[in-house]
């Protein structure tokens, strides 16, 4: 499985943006996939995830309200959708396949990952 993600950029404080993670491979329904990202200095964090269906999505706390994960398995796609950006935001986000989550958060680390897009948010 390959991931392409793109969406990053300079945005104020407010805005918004939309990630997107396009999978190659037939097995992209498959997995449930998931955004992560990583501020400079700082531990990656997941950030959301949603499961194979879309049925069920997870949001860690500091994003929560803000954005929202959604997928489009005919398209092969994930996107990521952020509203109300802080400086905080500010980070190089990942996204990522064929992991585990539960509403207590990752319960299995990805087996894939795509390449970072940045996301740079001014005050």
């Known amino acids: 499985v390959q991931l392409q993600a793109s969406g990053g950029g300079l945005v104020q404080a407010g805005g918004s943006l939309t990630l997107s993670c396009k999978a190659s491979?037939?097995?992209?329904?498959?997995?449930?996939m998931g955004w992560f990202r990583q501020a400079p200095g700082k531990e990656r964090e997941f950030v959301a995830g949603?499961?194979?269906?879309?049925?069920?999505?997870y949001y860690a706390d500091s994003v929560k309200g803000r954005f929202t994960i959604s997928r489009d398995n005919a398209k092969y796609t994930v996107y990521l959708q952020m509203n109300s950006l802080k400086p905080e935001d500010t980070a190089v986000y990942y996204c990522?396949?064929?992991?585990?989550?539960?509403?207590?958060?990752?319960?299995?680390?990805?087996?894939?990952w795509g390449q970072g897009t940045q996301v740079t948010v001014s005050s």
């Open positions: 491979g037939r097995s992209f329904s498959s997995y449930a």
């Open positions: 949603i499961s194979m269906n879309g049925g069920s999505t």
């Open positions: 990522a396949s064929n992991l585990l989550f539960t509403t207590y958060g990752l319960q299995r680390v990805p087996r894939y």
